[in-house]
């Protein structure tokens, strides 16, 4: 990648054992300044150990990390240019709200009224003004949460990591933090780590995606190009929903390739629209999102290049959207078993949901097929 | 109609609770009643007067022989309460922070091994190790290092302290070990990433944190402790009272049983006087907040 600062975080060969336990395997990894960056996976895939080891709370094993240039080795977290949000908050149960915000600026040289007017103004940037005076336990996790970040924010860090913050919210209030997180980084311009294990999460808020799984870095990419082109067939199952259908490729050429796919035919595929990762045992599988394919009605054409008949099989409503799971016309041609696939269509107010076993065309392209060697 | 008096359930629940509410009664509630009323009643040498009085609090209160007792046992326990707790607080952190959590149990296990024998061997045995011919004693002159025994380590405050504080460790230990298991390790966590090095965190949360168990230990350590009679009796060599010998002899020795009364309530007073003000300290100073 053409960057021409120094990246804000580097890691370099990463290796961590918890005694036999292989917890990081070689993570080779750079940050840049300013960038909301998200590590995802599922659990025990190592995010969690990698952010603390940035954080100084975990030695590590072999390699390095550098922050903003400089080797860590011998930085204890106390002294490190780095502030956590913990998974729980961490709030001081026995300090008020202003007295955790103020915890980290006991050596700051500044007068008593300036802390205090910066601890104002940190509560006020998360929007916890004139709430100085609470005492800790007294207060909701969403609250507990901003105070959680305007502790790590006002000590100015060049890092702030994320330690799965929003997992403890429920559903309306994570949606709303998350928005509130990216502003208040580009408020702050400070490089962002989060940690999580929401795909949803790690699309909407990053700037880029560290993928993990078992200690390593599966795919390292922003999020579009993340969800549209999945390195693997792992990172395409974990990240969003991916119908999976098996391929025989026919012809491989310059990097070209063409596949003959039960259901869908015989296709063209150009090479960035190929995955070279690592193949599994199961051989060469065609993938595709849900909503790249369009359910016709009768009579309804569409400029995508290609149809395909279906069956429905099930309908799942979700007030705007509707998931069918259709039976591909020919899907058994190649080993004797009918495959379904899920599609999503956005409801239109007012029109009829098809039903189970009814016939259907899709259309589709093949530009939106992924092809997993 | 309208339910009156107690419903099924209540009726239940006071039914089970009465037995021990009424032992509970009989044992504890009884004994005071009859110490108090006791207190106010005349002494006529061997027998008790009915006759309302308050000169056993006046004695009690102007005789400087019982003031220097009283102060002296406040002191004494006081003494034992700082040295147990400050001895037991790097036990309690180290099983809490240091011993791995499969450990713990058994760690906790071994901290009670000294109650397996009674309060009055392990009394005793104090005496046989400080003695004037004790195991330091002879120790120390076999390996040539004093020439005459050290009298200054049996029958005197120190030995008293050393004593108690030994008697009373795990129940300073524990509760202080329960207030350290208590506390969430990512707050420690969020000391040290907050810029404090290990002892400033140690300070400024893990010790605030730690501090309802450190009352606990203190309030069990110093209300037992300032009536205790066996030590002072036995390591003291009786030279040394404290106000539960005094209260014995005027009870049985004299056979003053009103003055014995009076000497008792005054000391129950002065335990929860004492008390209550370490109560009301903490919270003023401390501002522990759970």
Known sequence: ?373 | MAKRGMDAEARQGFTLIAPPFIYALAILAAPILTILSYSFLTDGYLEVVREFTLDNYRQVWTDPIVRTVMLRSLMVSALVTLVTVVLAFPVAYYVSFMVRPERKSMWLFLITIPFWTSYLIRVFLWKVILGYNGVINSSLTGLGIIDEPLTFILYNVNSIVLTLAHAYAPFAILPIFVALEKIDRSLLEAGRDLGENRLMTFWRVTLPLAMPGVIAAVLIVFIPTIGDYVTPELIGGGKIPMIANLIQVQMLALDNRPLGSALAVTAMLVVAVVSLLFLALNRRFLKVKQ
């Open chain 1, 1 to 373: 990648m053409s960057d021409d600062s120094s990246p804000m975080i580097e890691c370099r060969e990463l290796q961590k054992y918890y005694g036999d336990y292989h917890a990081l395997r070689g993570i080779d990894l750079s940050i840049r300044e300013g960038e909301f960056f998200s590590l995802l996976g599922p659990s025990g895939c190592g995010k969690t150990t990698l952010l603390r080891v940035i954080a100084g709370f975990e030695d590590i094993s072999a390699g390095a990390v550098l922050i903003d240039g400089r080797h860590m080795e011998d930085v204890p977290a106390n002294r490190r240019p780095t502030n956590m949000v913990f998974q729980s908050y961490a709030i001081f149960p026995h300090l008020s709200v202003a007295e955790n915000v103020a915890f980290g600026l006991r050596r700051d040289p500044r007068p008593k009224p300036e802390k205090a007017a910066m601890v104002e103004e940190a509560l006020e940037m998360v929007g916890l003004r004139g709430y100085g005076g609470r005492a800790a336990h007294a207060l909701s996790g969403g609250q507990r949460q901003r105070v959680a970040l305007a502790r790590a924010l006002i000590l100015k860090p060049k890092v702030l990591l994320l330690d799965e913050p929003l997992s403890a919210l429920d559903r309306k209030m994570r949606e709303q933090m998350q928005v509130e997180l990216i502003k208040l980084q580009r408020q702050v311009g400070i490089t962002f780590v989060l940690v999580t294990h929401d795909q949803e999460e790690a699309l909407v808020m990053s700037d880029r995606i560290a993928v993990m799984f078992e200690g390593e870095i599966a795919q390292l990419d922003e999020p579009e190009a993340l969800y549209a082109r999945p390195a693997s067939r792992r990172v395409a199952d974990f990240i969003g929903v991916m119908n999976f259908l098996p391929a025989r490729i026919l012809d491989e050429a310059d990097g070209r390739a063409t596949a003959d796919i039960p259901g869908l035919g015989v296709v063209d595929l150009p090479e960035g629209q190929i995955s070279r990762a690592d193949a599994d045992d199961s051989g060469p599988m065609i993938g595709f999102r849900p909503e790249t394919m369009t359910l016709l009605r009768p009579g309804q054409t569409s400029q995508q290049a290609r149809e395909t008949g279906a069956v429905i099989d099930e309908v799942v409503y979700y007030g705007d959207m509707t998931y069918y799971d259709l039976r591909l016309d020919g899907s058994a041609r190649l080993d004797g078993k009918a495959r379904t696939v899920r599609i999503s269509m956005r409801n239109v107010f007012g029109r009829d949901v098809p039903c189970v076993g009814t016939a259907v065309r899709l259309a589709w392209s093949p530009g939106s097929l992924v092809l997993f060697r």
